[in-house]
């Protein structure tokens, strides 16, 4: 079982940043395939960012460029900082987690994963 808890959304401008924070409990974090999820009210959840335990990464076409992620396995963390925010990047954001075999590639489908976080908000405003 493993336990995750955002924190770090908030609300902010057109163009300014923010960082999102993932706080993980299992002991072996170092082996998951972490990821940050988005979903806005009435639609489906948006795969935004995943890390393999190696460090590869892959980010959706819309994010690319102006968010980062990043896990710190000593810490058992995982971030996701976010630079040129737009409006359309308001939405609650989900850490999950999941031993997948294919991280990277199959990282963009919720479905893969069964940890999720309770979600933080991020709202921009343009």
């Known amino acids: 079982q493993v336990q995750l808890v955002e924190s770090g959304g908030g609300s902010v401008q057109s163009g300014g940043s923010l960082r999102l924070s993932c706080a993980a409990s299992?002991?072996?974090?170092?082996?998951?395939?972490m990821a940050w999820f988005r979903q806005v009210l009435g639609k489906e959840r948006e795969g935004v960012a995943v890390?393999?335990?190696?460090?590869?990464?892959k980010y959706a076409d819309s994010v690319k460029g102006r968010f980062t992620i990043a896990r710190d396995n000593a810490k058992r963390m995982l971030f996701l900082q976010m630079n040129s925010l737009k409006a359309e990047d308001t939405a609650m954001y989900y850490c999950?987690?999941?031993?997948?075999?294919?991280?990277?590639?199959?990282?963009?489908?919720?479905?893969?994963?069964?940890?999720w976080g309770q979600g933080t908000q991020v709202t921009v405003s343009s």
């Open positions: 999950a987690a999941d031993r997948l075999w294919r991280c990277v590639s199959g990282g963009d489908n919720a479905a893969n994963f069964d940890y």
């Open positions: 299992a002991t072996t974090y170092s082996t998951y395939c």
């Open positions: 890390i393999d335990s190696a460090g590869s990464t």
